[in-house]
T-cell receptor
Framework: RKEVEQDPGPFNVPEGATVAFNCTYS??????FFWYRQDCRKEPKLLMS???SGNEDGRFTAQLNRASQYISLLIRDSKLSDSATYLC??????????FGKGTSLLVTP | DVKVTQSSRYLVKRTGEKVFLECVQDMDHENMFWYRQDPGLGLRLIYFSYDVKMKEKGDIPEGYSVSREKKERFSLILESASTNQTSMYLC???????????????FGDGTRLSIL
């Protein structure tokens, strides 16, 4: 079983829609959680960290449920520029990160 | 701003060649990583290094080796390139001091390697 699992999508949504991505992780000792964004043929870049209490950054809301080992990302009022692949990322006790395979989002006019 | 620089964006090599992929970071980070990314498989860790001359195997080290002679430089070596090593290779670096809100790993632009 892969350590970090995501629905690969693709999610096709119209501009202005709200879309949610989910992610589960297998290692209950995982310590840090992140969402990265990767544009086509580009490197992954940090979108936001995910905190236990949940956190918001503009139109983006991330939540963590440690009991269920579940992370989510909510995007409100989708923009065309939100089209990308969203990677769920989990860090254990060491330095290495475990990446999900990514969820592809396409926002259409 | 952290800069992770990979020596080539695109590279074409032949089967059996020894291939060197270079990565340099300018933030004095202790940790450096090499990943490959393939469609449907996501990012997979090949090797990482947490200090000069130190290295640890990741999930898929077979067919690869690494070198970390200086803190800022981490090289990935394909000893005898094979067609199944055609992939996008990404280098990353990080500091062991992870402050809340800081980026856990900074990535280079990637090297798209084709083995013919």
């Amino acid at each position: 079983r892969k350590e970090v699992e995501q629905d690969p999508g693709p999610f096709n949504v119209p501009e202005g829609a709200t879309v949610a991505f989910n992610c589960t992780y297998s290692n209950s000792a995982s310590q840090s959680f992140f969402w990265y964004r990767q544009d086509c043929r580009k490197e992954p870049k940090l979108l936001m960290s995910v905190y236990s209490s949940g956190n918001e950054d503009g139109r983006f809301t991330a939540q963590l449920n440690r009991a269920s080992q579940y992370i989510s990302l909510l995007i409100r009022d989708s923009k065309l520029s939100d089209s990308a692949t969203y990677l769920c990322v989990v860090r254990g006790s060491g330095y290495a990160l475990n990446f999900g395979k990514g969820t592809s989002l396409l926002v259409t006019p | 701003d952290v800069k992770v620089t990979q020596s080539s964006r695109y590279l074409v090599k032949r089967t059996g060649e020894k291939v060197f992929l270079e990565c340099v970071q300018d933030m004095d980070h202790e940790n450096m990583f090499w990943y490959r990314q393939d469609p449907g498989l996501g990012l997979r860790l090949i090797y990482f290094s947490y200090d000069v001359k130190m290295k640890e195997k990741g999930d898929i080290p077979e067919g690869y080796s690494v070198s970390r002679e200086k803190k800022e430089r981490f090289s990935l070596i394909l000893e005898s390139a094979s067609t199944n090593q055609t992939s996008m290779y990404l280098c990353a670096s990080s500091s062991p001091l992870l402050n809340p809100g800081s980026q856990p790993q900074h990535f280079g632009d990637g090297t798209r390697l084709s083995i013919l």
